[in-house]
């Protein structure tokens, strides 16, 4: 794969969309081709970029040094509806699918499958753009963006079945129950005590319709699946210097290392300086006020708290990086981009410092 | 012993025979309507709440049997279910903080080894569970409709498996289901008997739609026995007075943005605002109006400079920088908890804002700042909320 892959991971509110912002920039200013996929639902991507809507194909952000920077956040239902009308032979299928009730339901609810669209969405990308040198996914937050990594082979495992297989038989119009052998016709029987033969035909009719679009899925869920297990794809775990949020970190981080991905960097993000750290145990008996006092205790925690996340992540990965907050943040247009290209470099420099420490350059 | 609450054990007869069921077909065997009902019993006299009153967030109330504590990841979500589980068992409840998430972060907080699908005690009247889908089905065909040959057969088959792992819905039905049969059948088949079920599900866009998962699928025309359990769910799901959700959030912004747009979504699924809003790691109570520049926070400065005489001359700068950012955070945090309830009620259409719970920030609070201190200080605070009547 010529793309390389970086998937940023992390508990809820860690800076990992503008982590992923920010490196975007600091890739795409360096010269090479980058993507920006935001998979979280809340839209972060566009507020992090300060841009507006982005569609769901993506589209090329205006560049403060003229890189190539595209960016998309993703819609799964709109996602899903563009896969299943490009696979449709015509527009009677494509009516016929759009009425389906599994169909409806599915693009309603895919709140659970978001991942592996993302996975999937991902692969179209390389494949429409294979000129492209990173693609950078922004995950969902918390430990349900595992499911990215173990999504493929879930869908897989489910449209590949042999129970699908005799599921969709039997919507077929020359697939009568006898066909199925005894053993499997007992199987539908029971299957269709527990859900009724209605939705078992329905569910049939609606496995031959999307048959090509899962076709397509699965090929891209394949490429996915090979993707993410290429030695250049990165997973970076993100973590506030927060107890909560290494938690998250150390769980995905074994999560990740059971699907059989080891993830290598792990990123403390808006750390506080080391010379705060240090003047932190004496500042409460400084504190001139009762809410001095209590500010005094926040800070100590929350220096304490760093030290602690620090603790937690070195023996699980080969890298752990403080990334500072930046100050100009909260500024406004090129200040802002600038700040963030900034955090972005640092963030690169960690990642090429892990590839050269395991001879991939 | 470690395990779940036990009352006098009184097995109710079998549930009910699966042939049967099917033969019935969707009339079910009768035994649906006494579920229902029997629960309204249950909680009009033993729980001596008043039916029939106006159970939303703003009118005062009491909690219902099953609670689900919603927010977005990172909020401190299972804090507050943990928090909320030690305040109804300090009233003497029985209480059961039910997880679903890929480890148990509760057991750990109360110093025992992680728990699996099996209700374990963590703390006087208090146990917790991490729901495991595969073993929620299991209950449901072994235990429940004593169908231990088919699910052998059948159900744990490797093809039946993979469809029930990714078939969309099923492991949110199965949750929901769980839910159920802890509050009804399980008092009868396992001797279970709950006063509260605390729900700790995954982060906000899953949690969210959880609630629209029976209706969902309900629509895909299902027959036998889902229908029936999504019939349910679902009843279970528009009774105030068997469920309820609860919204946690913090004073970050991002937590405050997703919440006031999650608030009316959970509102809209359940058909009834939130029993009420928690604000997480609040600071106002603690340090006041803050105001937002540094430079205009006098105690600021003097820290600042005794802290800078303390540490070495090269650190001084950094040291007041780093004060700085810590402090324009925390007066944020401030200004955003002081506008939060105003713009909550606000997104609820509700006329004025009521049922916001402060929990202070564990590190602002003089303590050891240990998970049980925290969830001690946490409970405290959420205690008007359990009381009778509920939050004012």
């Excluded at chain 1, 993000?269 to 003047?279: K, S, T």
């Excluded at chain 1, 304490?304 to 990334?323: D, K, M, N, T």
């Amino acid at each position: 794969m010529r793309t390389r892959l970086t998937l940023l991971l992390g508990g809820g509110g860690v800076g990992k969309t503008t982590l992923a912002a920010a490196l975007g920039l600091a890739l795409s200013s360096s010269g090479r081709r980058v993507a920006l996929l935001g998979v979280d639902p809340a839209r972060r991507l566009q507020s992090a970029l300060a841009v507006g809507e982005l569609p769901e194909l993506g589209r090329a952000l205006p560049h403060p040094s003229g890189g190539e920077l595209r960016a998309a956040v993703l819609r799964p239902e709109e996602t899903l509806r563009r896969w299943v009308a490009d696979a449709c032979p015509d527009d009677a299928t494509r009516a016929r699918l759009l009425e389906n009730a599994f169909f409806l339901a599915l693009a309603d609810r895919l709140a659970a499958a978001t991942d592996a669209i993302a996975a999937a969405r991902a692969a179209e990308w390389a494949e429409r753009e294979p000129d492209l040198d990173d693609l950078v996914v922004d995950t969902a937050p918390g430990l349900a963006a595992v499911e990215l990594l173990a999504r493929p082979e879930k869908i897989l495992a489910f449209v590949d079945g042999r129970l699908i297989r005799w599921i969709r038989r039997l919507a077929s119009p020359f697939g009568s129950h006898r066909l199925l052998g005894r053993g499997r016709q007992k199987l539908l029987d029971n299957l269709s005590a527990l859900s009724g033969a209605d939705a078992l035909r329905a569910f049939g009719e609606f496995i031959s319709l999307v048959e090509n679009s899962l076709d397509t899925m699965v090929a891209r869920l394949e490429r996915a699946r090979r993707w993410l297990r290429h030695p250049s794809t990165e997973l970076v775990i993100v973590t506030a210097p927060r107890d909560d949020s290494a938690a998250v970190a150390v769980a995905l981080a074994g999560a990740a290392r059971a699907l059989g991905h080891a993830p290598r960097l792990a990123v403390v993000n808006r750390a506080l300086p080391d010379a705060l750290l240090r003047a932190a145990p004496a500042l409460a008996d400084a504190a001139p006020t009762a809410e001095a006092a209590a500010f005094a205790r926040f800070v100590a925690g929350d220096c304490r708290a760093q030290a602690r996340v620090r603790a937690a992540l070195l023996p699980l990965f080969p890298s752990v990086r403080a990334l500072p907050e930046a100050a100009d943040l909260d500024a406004d247009g090129p200040a802002r981009l600038a700040a963030l290209s900034a955090i972005g470099a640092q963030l690169a420099a960690a990642l090429a410092d892990r590839a050269l420490a395991r001879g991939h350059v | 012993m470690e395990g779940p609450a036990r009352t006098a054990t009184g097995r109710r007869g079998r549930a009910a025979d699966f042939a049967q069921r099917v033969r019935w077909g969707r009339k079910g065997c009768g035994g649906e309507r006494e579920i229902g009902e029997e629960i309204g019993e249950e909680i009009g006299h033993g729980h001596g709440l008043g039916l029939g009153l106006g159970f939303a967030m703003w009118e005062g109330m009491a909690l219902p049997l099953v609670v689900y504590v919603l927010g977005k990841g990172g909020v401190g979500r299972s804090t507050i279910a943990a928090a909320l589980g030690v305040a109804c068992a300090a009233r003497g409840e029985r209480v059961l903080v039910m997880q679903w998430a890929i480890a148990d972060a509760l057991s750990g907080w109360f110093g025992r080894s992680a728990a699996t699908h099996e209700p374990q005690a963590i703390a006087p009247g208090l146990d917790t569970m991490c729901f495991s889908a595969e073993e929620s089905l299991r209950e449901y065909f072994v235990d429940h409709l004593k169908l231990g040959l088919f699910y052998d057969a059948v159900v744990r088959s490797r093809h039946v498996r993979r469809f029930t792992r990714a078939a969309p819905g099923f492991e949110e039905l199965m949750f929901l289901g769980h839910q159920m049969y802890l509050t009804t059948l399980a008092r009868d088949e396992r001797g279970w008997a709950y006063d509260r079920v605390v729900v700790d599900p995954p982060a906000l866009g899953h949690g969210l739609s959880l609630f629209g998962v029976p209706r969902a699928v309900a629509t895909f025309g299902l027959g036998g026995l889902l229908r029936e359990e999504c019939a349910r769910v679902q009843a279970m799901l528009d009774d105030a007075r068997r469920s309820a959700a609860l919204v946690v959030t913090t004073p970050e912004e991002l937590a405050i943005e997703e919440t006031l747009e999650l608030a009316p979504r959970v509102a809209a699924e359940l058909g009834r605002a939130p029993v009420a809003c928690v604000v997480n790691r609040a600071a106002s109570a603690r340090l006041g109006a803050l105001p937002p520049r540094p430079s205009e926070c006098a105690w600021l400065a003097t820290l600042g400079e005794r802290a800078a005489v303390a540490g070495c001359d090269e650190d001084a700068g950094a040291v007041r920088e780093g004060l700085a950012r810590v402090y324009v955070a925390l007066a944020r945090r401030v200004a955003r908890e002081a506008a939060f309830p105003a713009a909550l009620a606000r997104s609820l259409g509700a006329p004025s804002a009521r049922g916001v719970i402060a929990v202070d920030d564990g590190l602002l609070v003089d303590g050891d700042g240990a998970p049980a201190t925290v969830i001690a200080q946490a409970a405290a605070a959420l205690a008007p909320l359990v009381a009778d009547g509920g939050a004012r």
